[in-house]
Every structure is written in structure tokens, then in C-alpha cells.
């Protein structure tokens, strides 16, 4: 299968732990994004990665989520201290850009993430 | 207001109807328009991507773009019960994209 797949698909902590989920893109994508997405919901973007770079964050990631692609392969996304409110399926979608052109994001099956 | 607008539904129709999902937006920077659909529990998969305004055919899918009035629609023809999902509407402004709430389609055999 070469799409993009997410580690673990689902995770059960209690509140004030810290969870890392992993994300592995199609292997000639430069570009990997998170989103968070709960019910009833479009995913929310929260960040994005060119290669190894992060270039932009929203809002929506506060200082207790942190994410890294450290070698422009696969990314890891890390929540502190995880909260009830952190509950939500976690996407990673990646995409291929050059020379001013981005094609679409192709999306993985999701982390779901349960704080107890 | 949201940057896009989409009717939750939720919506159901027979088998072999034809089925309208729409989305508008606000914000005429949006260069890229996609339809996802999403199986529950599942992570969305990329139905249509299209650039400019006007129609483009997939099979029993159609997506049509108005720039002008700031619409897209997905069109369903002879929709079947593997149909039913939720429909996300997504767009592009270059780095990042923005969802629709998605539009939740039961198709009754």
C-alpha cells in the first residue's frame, strides 16, 4: 500500500498524559499536513511541513502540541498534558509541490484520540 | 462567518436518485476546489479536484465550480447504497485548505 498511514489508529489515554501519534506519507510527497477533526466536523488544519520545515501553525495548535518531521520523511505529532477537549481524530494528509505548483492532499486513515 | 458554507443535511434519497451537495465561500482567493467523501471512522478520500470554473466528469460524479457566485456543487448520478457517506467540500488559498462541515448522504436501496 503506498498511501499515507497513521500510527496508532486509535489511543485511550487519561487526562494529563502525553500521547505522540506518527503519520508516514507517500513516499515522493515534499509536503505533510495535521489536521484535527471532531464530530460532526471538517478537519481543522493545524500544521504543515515542506520537507523537513515547519512552515506554518494555526492558531488551533497551542503550546502543548508540538510536531516534527525532522529528516522530510515521516512526522510525528506529540500533545502534552492532553485535556478532554483534546478527543478528536487526528488526520495527516500529504502532498507533492514544485515549481509554484501544489497538487491535492491525500489523506490517511486517522489517529483517534480518546482523553479520558 | 465561516470561510465555508456547507449544509450538514443530513440528506437521503433512493437508490438511483441523482444527488445535489453544495458548498459557498467567501473568499474569492480560493483557487483549488476539492470533494472529499469520508466512510465513518475513516479518514477522507479525494473524489474531485478541479482549478477553474465550469464542470468536470468522473464516472457518476460531476463537480462544477462558479467562481462568480462563490458555489460548488458535487453531483451524484445514479447514486447507490456504497454512496452513503459524509461529503466534504475543501479549497485551497495555496498552503492550507478549508473544510466545509460536510454533508452526511444516505442512499436507500
Known amino acids: 500500500d503506498t498511501g499515507v498511514s497513521q500510527d496508532p489508529r486509535h489511543k485511550i489515554t487519561k487526562r494529563g498524559q502525553n500521547v505522540t501519534f506518527r503519520c508516514d506519507p507517500i513516499?515522493?510527497?515534499?509536503?505533510l499536513y495535521w489536521y484535527r477533526q471532531t464530530l460532526g466536523q471538517g478537519p481543522e488544519f493545524l500544521t504543515y511541513?515542506?520537507?523537513?520545515?515547519?512552515?506554518?501553525k494555526s492558531r488551533l495548535l497551542s503550546d502543548r502540541f508540538s510536531a516534527e518531521r525532522p529528516k522530510g520523511s515521516f512526522s510525528t505529532l506529540e500533545i502534552q498534558r492532553t485535556e478532554q477537549g483534546d478527543s478528536a481524530m487526528y488526520l495527516c494528509?500529504?502532498?507533492?509541490?514544485?515549481?509554484?505548483?501544489?497538487?491535492?492532499?491525500?489523506f490517511g486513515p486517522g489517529t483517534r484520540l480518546t482523553v479520558l | 462567518q465561516k470561510e465555508v458554507e456547507q449544509d450538514p443535511g443530513p440528506l437521503s434519497v433512493p437508490e438511483g436518485a441523482i444527488v445535489s451537495l453544495n458548498c459557498t465561500y467567501s473568499?474569492?482567493?480560493?483557487?483549488?476546489f476539492m470533494w472529499y467523501r469520508q466512510y465513518s471512522r475513516k479518514g477522507p478520500e479525494l473524489l474531485m479536484y478541479?482549478?477553474?470554473?465550469g464542470n468536470k466528469e468522473d464516472g457518476r460524479f460531476t463537480a462544477q465550480v462558479d467562481k462568480s457566485s462563490k458555489y460548488i456543487s458535487l453531483f451524484i448520478r445514479d447514486s447507490q447504497p456504497s454512496d452513503s457517506a459524509t461529503y466534504l467540500c475543501?479549497?485551497?488559498?495555496?498552503?492550507?485548505?478549508?473544510f466545509g462541515t460536510g454533508t452526511s448522504l444516505t442512499v436507500i436501496p
Open positions: 494528509a500529504s502532498s507533492y509541490t514544485s515549481g509554484g505548483f501544489t497538487d491535492t492532499q491525500y
Open positions: 513516499s515522493e510527497h515534499n509536503r
Open positions: 511541513f515542506q520537507n523537513e520545515a515547519q512552515l506554518e
Open positions: 473568499n474569492s482567493a480560493f483557487q483549488y
Open positions: 478541479t482549478y477553474s470554473s
Open positions: 475543501a479549497m485551497d488559498r495555496g498552503n492550507q485548505f478549508y
